[in-house]
């Protein structure tokens, strides 16, 4: 007896006086190679997070140390991580990241290096950094967020094969005697 499962299913249930007539030639026939290296990342690694998770995640981050730096609590361990922010003379200011890479979200601002002044105090950080968070999870900013995140790797990409690429360089070279 064969059971389909959904519509477009593609593997079949064979009860148990089915299951020797299953070979490997037939096993290969109801797949078929992933292309989508996304789809394939998630498959093979489900707890990987997405850019757009990983960048949410950053933010909650801010906002832990935003909070402890206006309230520190006696005896508690303080958040770990580098601070985006400042807060001095009046004016809290931010920058916005994707890991180490600076992210440049206003049209106006001039480059990714300049920081966005979101206020005069920590309150107003919680606020702003509340309101990124929220846009995030819209997708809002996936699109920001992504290219980003390729930049990234592409730049990690080919500092691997720079790296690589040095130290063939150095196996080659003659040893002195």
Same mark, same amino acid.
């Given at each position: 007896?064969?059971?389909?499962?959904?519509?477009?299913?593609?593997?079949?249930?064979?009860?148990?006086?089915?299951?020797?007539?299953?070979?490997?030639?037939?096993?290969?026939?109801?797949?078929?190679?992933?292309?989508?290296?996304?789809?394939?990342?998630?498959?093979?690694?489900?707890?990987?997070?997405?850019?757009?998770?990983?960048?949410?995640?950053?933010?909650?981050?801010?906002?832990?140390?935003?909070?402890? $730096?206006?309230?520190?609590?006696?005896? #508690?361990? /303080?958040?770990?991580?580098? !601070?985006?922010?400042?807060?001095?003379? @009046? =004016? &809290?200011?931010?920058?916005?990241?994707?890991?180490?890479?600076?992210?440049?979200?206003?049209?106006?601002?001039?480059?990714?290096?300049?920081?966005?002044?979101?206020?005069?105090?920590?309150?107003?950080?919680?606020?702003?950094?509340?309101?990124?968070?929220?846009?995030?999870?819209?997708?809002?900013? $996936?699109?920001?967020?992504?290219?980003? #995140?390729? /930049?990234?790797?592409?730049? !990690?990409?080919?500092?691997?094969?720079? @790296? =690589? &690429?040095?130290?063939?360089?150095?196996?080659?070279?003659?040893?002195?005697?």
């Amino acid at each position: 007896m064969v059971d389909a499962l959904g519509e477009d299913a593609k593997f079949v249930l064979f009860t148990s006086e089915r299951e020797h007539d299953m070979n490997l030639e037939a096993l290969l026939k109801t797949v078929k190679p992933a292309q989508n290296k996304e789809v394939l990342a998630q498959t093979v690694n489900p707890s990987r997070m997405s850019p757009t998770q990983n960048f949410i995640q950053a933010v909650e981050s801010q906002l832990d140390l935003v909070k402890w $730096d206006m309230n520190p609590e006696e005896g #508690a361990e /303080e958040p770990k991580g580098r !601070r985006w922010y400042r807060v001095s003379n @009046n =004016k &809290a200011s931010t920058f916005i990241r994707y890991s180490v890479k600076k992210i440049k979200l206003l049209p106006n601002q001039t480059d990714e290096t300049e920081a966005l002044l979101v206020g005069k105090n920590y309150s107003d950080l919680i606020k702003f950094y509340t309101g990124l968070i929220a846009v995030a999870k819209t997708g809002e900013l $996936d699109e920001i967020i992504n290219k980003t #995140a390729s /930049e990234m790797m592409e730049q !990690r990409s080919a500092s691997r094969a720079a @790296n =690589k &690429a040095a130290k063939e360089a150095q196996a080659e070279l003659p040893v002195e005697e």
